[in-house]
């Protein structure tokens, strides 16, 4: 598939994003809600517990927020280390106010479970077993070492040994479970953010190279006047110097050059600053360019085309739009990446939609990836032989990503199929039983010509030199 050239892997550095001041303003939170039920179970459920001592641990995250207050500014972003240190911190910190008020006896060791889940959703695999691995020896031990909860009477209060199993045993699975689950669905968002950074990266690449196609025209425009007065200008020189012939061959060569650019102007292109002709083209015209690049590869490429009912002459002409030439060039490199010799790109269309389909002889996409094509980074590794005949090939998870986004965007639907299996006997190379891709519009969302997307066509201003 296209490369794509931006450096994502740092991207996948989350744990460098988080703010102290975020990781402050939640433990604020935390130390708010740890006074409050302090507070509550001694002044109004009349539990007897070691206040002294709680305080003097919630005074160390209190002491902790201050000191990071002070010295580091709001905007500092905290590294993974940092980050973890700071998670851990908070983990440990609840353990001890747990210990000394009823261990797993008490109904808030379920909190236990917040920094683990943090840790899942920001900091790196490894930061986060070690955090998960951490709470479950904090809960073990919490278990079996504790100050026991008093009633102001004196009596102990205390639930069954096997409630205390049972909420052991819920914490340990729940630290398992909401780990793994963050970690995924985490992991999952970050893939597809990365991934439509991509996405817009290439079409804004796409667009930038369609734009330097109205540059050079706008600028054949603006320069022909001014050539129009050089040549002018210098004609009129030479026939006053006729009695100089030094200095009437330097006005005739000025006039040579300004005829020179008066042609290569020529050649560039069109003429005129917005030249409406290149937001349409022929259908054909536009899977020659979305081709083109893949031309000298050493896949034949074979560009055909049907028409349902109507003139294959008279073909559509479509919105040139960088999202499609681009979806389609992604397409057929995939195809060419993957064929053994030859690629079919087909074209087809009727009244009420345009169809592309492109194939190639190749083995397919494997069975068991079908339903998860266009998903993002899902790779698969070729055999060493064929990388070494398709050095520019890094994968097909990426760029049938894009190429499927893009497409989509412009009103495509899209359908991978393959030809036949590659496992069954009859399997012949160099027939159209590789990979397929159909894509299929409404022609009323590309159509250049006809609907709510046809594009004004003017005349354009010739250069007049």
């Known amino acids: 598939m296209e490369q794509t ?3 994502l892997m740092k991207g996948r550095e989350r744990g460098n994003w988080i703010k102290l001041r975020t990781i402050t303003l939640l433990r604020w939170v935390a130390i708010a809600g740890q006074l409050i039920a302090l507070v509550v179970a001694q002044q109004i459920l009349d539990l007897t517990i070691e206040m002294g001592l709680c305080l003097l641990v919630v005074s160390v995250s209190v002491v902790g927020n201050l000191i990071a207050t002070v010295i580091f500014p709001e905007s500092k972003r905290l590294n993974e280390t940092e980050n973890l240190l700071m998670v851990l911190f908070d983990l440990l910190q609840l353990s001890l106010l747990l210990y000394l008020t009823g261990g797993l006896h008490n109904p808030f060791s379920i909190l236990i479970l917040g920094p683990v889940t943090v840790s899942a959703s920001a900091l790196s695999l490894r930061s986060t077993v070690f955090l998960g691995i951490t709470a479950i020896l904090a809960v073990t031990l919490l278990a079996e070492f504790h100050l026991p909860l008093r009633t102001e009477q004196g009596f102990i209060l205390r639930v069954p040994d096997l409630f205390v199993f049972g909420n052991w045993a819920a914490i340990v699975i729940a630290v398992v479970f909401l780990g793994i689950y963050s970690r995924r669905v985490t992991v999952e968002m970050h893939v597809m953010s990365d991934a439509l950074q991509a996405t817009y990266m290439a079409l804004s690449r796409e667009q930038k190279l369609t734009d330097i196609g109205g540059i050079v025209a706008a600028a054949a425009h603006e320069l022909g006047t001014p050539l129009a007065t050089i040549k002018l200008t210098s004609a009129e020189l030479a026939e006053e110097l006729e009695g ?25 292109g069109r003429a005129g600053k917005d030249d409406l002709h290149m937001h349409q083209a022929p259908l054909s015209a536009v899977i020659q360019e979305a081709a083109e690049p893949h031309m000298d590869r050493g896949i034949a490429l074979h560009l055909e085309q049907y028409a349902e009912g ?11 739009r960088p999202e499609i030439i681009h979806g389609l060039r992604n397409l057929i490199q995939n195809g060419v990446d993957f064929a053994h010799k030859n690629v079919w790109v087909e074209s087809e269309w009727s009244q009420d939609s345009i169809q592309i389909r492109i194939m190639d002889d190749g083995k397919g996409y494997p069975p068991h990836l079908i339903g998860r094509i266009g998903d993002p980074f899902m790779h698969r590794r070729r055999p060493s032989s064929e990388s070494s005949q398709r050095p520019g090939y890094e994968g097909m998870g990426l760029g049938l990503f894009i190429a499927k986004t893009l497409l989509e965007r412009s009103g495509a639907d899209l359908t991978f199929a393959n030809g036949s299996d590659p496992s069954r ?5 160099g027939h159209r039983i590789g990979a397929i891709v159909e894509v299929v519009w409404p022609r009323a969302k590309i159509d250049g010509r006809a609907g709510e997307n046809a594009v004004p066509i003017g005349e354009n201003q010739p250069l007049s030199i």
């Open 310 to 320: 109507q003139n294959p002459m008279n073909q559509p002409s479509i919105l040139r």
């Open 5 to 7: 050239n931006f450096d």
């Open 244 to 268: 100089r012939p030094d200095l009437q061959e330097d006005a005739q060569l000025i006039k040579e050059q300004a005829d020179r650019c008066r042609d290569i102007m020529r050649s560039m």
């Open 425 to 429: 006997q009859d399997y012949v190379k």
